[in-house]
């Protein structure tokens, strides 16, 4: 089956560091791989997605590049903000499922 | 367009107690799924849709039931409400041939006492 381990929060850094959330997957094809981000008292929205090996997905100064060789699609930002202060959602998609399957989310906390 | 709207926002239940947590979409969307995520944990697949008629179980049905009478509704019916179901709800909602993106509400807070 399909699965998603990210890093362990909560994660807290100061404004303008640099930032690296983790996260490995195991599936059964090739999957589609995404970044969701939920903001306090929010539903989920999509950051970013990768559809195949390579591929580099990129939104609001985050970055993920899909690695097949280590099955991982790590998240990234040169410099954060106090506005990115939310949890961080990894996922997966495989042709022959129909639903996603999240990681267990990130908090990230920023501080000014 | 309103997108995907959930009510009620908050709702304290007693055990053995029934609600329906509603859920509409105006984006014409196919597919409608219903979530629920546990403090620290992803969020984990309750009931799925892939249109008006048509409803699956996902990874924890149990305790809960749904319909999809109509492509805009799809609610989701606790019938006797346990502790375990404290959580927050979410409804998505995609349309037909894009599985990458779902288009999220702002969720349900749940607490069974």
């Known amino acids: 089956g399909n699965s998603v381990t990210q890093m362990e929060g909560p994660v807290t850094l100061s404004e303008e560091a640099f930032l690296t959330i983790n996260c490995t997957y195991t599936?059964?094809?090739?999957?589609?791989l995404f970044w969701y981000v939920q903001y306090p008292g929010e539903g989920l929205q999509l950051l970013l997605k990768?559809?195949?090996?390579?591929d580099k997905g990129s939104n609001k100064g985050f970055e993920a590049t899909y690695r097949k060789e280590t099955t991982s699609f790590h998240l990234e930002k040169g410099s954060v903000q106090v506005s990115d202060s939310a949890v961080y959602f990894c996922?997966?998609?495989?042709?022959?499922?129909?639903?996603?399957?999240f990681g267990s989310g990130t908090q990230l906390t920023v501080l000014p | 367009n309103a997108g995907v709207t959930q009510t009620p926002k908050f709702r304290i239940l007693k055990i053995g107690q029934s609600m329906t947590l509603q859920c509409a979409q105006d984006?014409?969307?196919?597919?409608m799924y219903w979530y629920r995520q546990d403090p620290g944990m992803g969020l984990k697949l309750i009931y799925y849709?892939?249109?008006?008629?048509?409803?699956d179980k996902g990874e924890v049905p149990n305790g809960y039931n749904v319909s999809r009478s109509t492509t805009e509704d799809f609610p989701l019916r606790l019938e006797l409400a346990a502790p375990s179901q404290t959580s927050v709800y979410f409804c998505?909602?995609?349309?037909?041939?894009?599985?990458?993106?779902?288009?999220f509400g702002p969720g349900t807070r749940l607490t069974v006492t």
């Open positions: 998505a909602s995609r349309p037909l041939g894009s599985p990458h993106e779902q288009y």
């Open positions: 599936a059964t094809g090739y999957p589609s």
């Open positions: 990768a559809t195949k090996a390579d």
């Open positions: 996922a997966l998609i495989t042709g022959s499922a129909r639903q996603l399957t």
């Open positions: 984006m014409n969307h196919n597919y």
């Open positions: 849709s892939v249109g008006a008629g048509i409803t």
